[in-house]
């Protein structure tokens, strides 16, 4: 998985910032967006994130994942 690559959401993930859904839990499974970072640094110092996977899928819309939540299409 690169930048640039389109992916979709496979499992369910609920987020709660969602511009759509302010402060109500939604779950984005099967959504699809575009990877636009793979998260390794953060001010110039190697990190280790979490959900080092960061995909747009909206203008105001983006959120980080893990390997197994998302699939390239």
Same mark, same amino acid.
């Given at each position: 998985m690169? /930048?640039?690559? @389109? &992916? @979709?959401? #496979?499992?369910?993930? &609920? /987020?709660? *910032? *969602?511009?759509? *859904?302010? %402060? $109500?839990?939604?779950? #984005?499974?099967?959504? +699809?967006? +575009?990877?636009? !970072? #793979?998260?390794? $640094?953060? $001010?110039?110092?190697? &990190?280790? !994130?979490?959900?080092?996977?960061? /995909? $747009?899928?909206? %203008?105001?819309?983006? !959120? *980080?994942? %893990?390997?197994? +939540? &998302? +699939? /390239?299409?």
């Amino acid at each position: 998985m690169k /930048v640039g690559d @389109r &992916v @979709r959401v #496979i499992k369910s993930v &609920v /987020v709660y *910032h *969602h511009p759509d *859904h302010k %402060k $109500q839990g939604f779950d #984005i499974k099967d959504s +699809e967006g +575009e990877v636009i !970072a #793979i998260v390794t $640094q953060w $001010q110039g110092r190697p &990190v280790s !994130a979490n959900f080092p996977i960061l /995909v $747009q899928f909206t %203008k105001k819309f983006r !959120a *980080h994942f %893990k390997d197994g +939540e &998302v +699939e /390239v299409i």
